[in-house]
């Protein structure tokens, strides 16, 4: 049973034009949650994480709105560069402790 | 450089062998971890340690063992018993215990069976 979902295995996008990255979650208990960037071979970097107390986290060109009563958050990206094509990876945790449940995964490409 | 290093970044499995992957990190964490990543499945968490000489199963640990005999070492070790061990391992470090604390990940080894 998937505790994380991300439903688009891939999204194609211009650059410049603002890539949208979906990520839903069923365990109530989560409360923080990240964004982690992979590129082939490599291991995954951290992106950008928001807790539960707020709806919204800024930094740079990227955003990760939550919507806690719909248990789903969503990752934007603008404008997107090409070097911004890679798997995205959105992840949940409880406060608790910090391990980790993944989503599957999102592949970006962004065309120039 | 701080970091965390995997070895080898590609390795062979023999039917009913069993192999280690290394994971050394000198970045002073506490709490270690190892990945697993199947195409379209995300990663899921095999063992993982958050002091010297102690560690728990995660949600898919059949199959593997590990150990935590120093802080900056977390060797994984793929058995025969894991039937399905062609995957990409990734190993992770982290110097706390709080949900604010990020994941630092290795460079991942590919394990493909012969």
């Known amino acids: 049973d998937q505790q994380v979902k991300q439903n688009s295995p891939s999204l194609s996008v211009q650059e410049g034009r603002i890539s949208i990255l979906n990520c839903d979650y069923t365990n109530s208990m989560f409360d923080y949650f990240l964004w982690y960037k992979k590129y082939p071979a490599e291991g995954p970097t951290f992106l950008i994480s928001i807790s539960s107390i707020k709806d919204k986290n800024e930094d740079g060109r990227f955003t990760v709105f939550l919507n806690k009563s719909a248990k789903h958050l969503s990752l934007h990206i603008v404008p997107s560069q090409p070097g911004d094509s890679a798997v995205y990876f959105c992840?949940?945790?409880?406060?608790?402790?910090?391990?980790?449940?993944f989503g599957g995964g999102t592949r970006v490409l962004v065309k120039p | 450089d701080g970091g965390i290093t995997q070895s080898p970044k590609y390795l062979f499995r023999k039917e009913g062998q069993n192999v280690t992957l290394s994971c050394e990190q000198n970045l002073n964490h506490d709490a270690m971890y190892w990945y697993r990543q199947d195409p379209g499945q995300g990663l899921r968490l095999i063992y993982y340690s958050q002091i010297v000489n102690d560690f728990q199963k995660g949600d898919i640990a059949e199959g593997y063992s590990v150990s935590r005999e120093k802080k900056e070492s977390f060797p994984l070790t793929v058995t025969s018993a894991q039937k399905n061990p062609t995957a990409f391992y990734l190993c992770?470090?982290?110097?706390?215990?709080?949900?604010?604390?990020?994941?630092?990940f290795g460079s991942g080894t590919q394990l493909s069976v012969l």
């Open positions: 992770a470090s982290t110097g706390g215990t709080g949900p604010n604390e990020k994941l630092f």
């Open positions: 992840a949940a945790t409880k406060a608790a402790g910090n391990k980790l449940t």
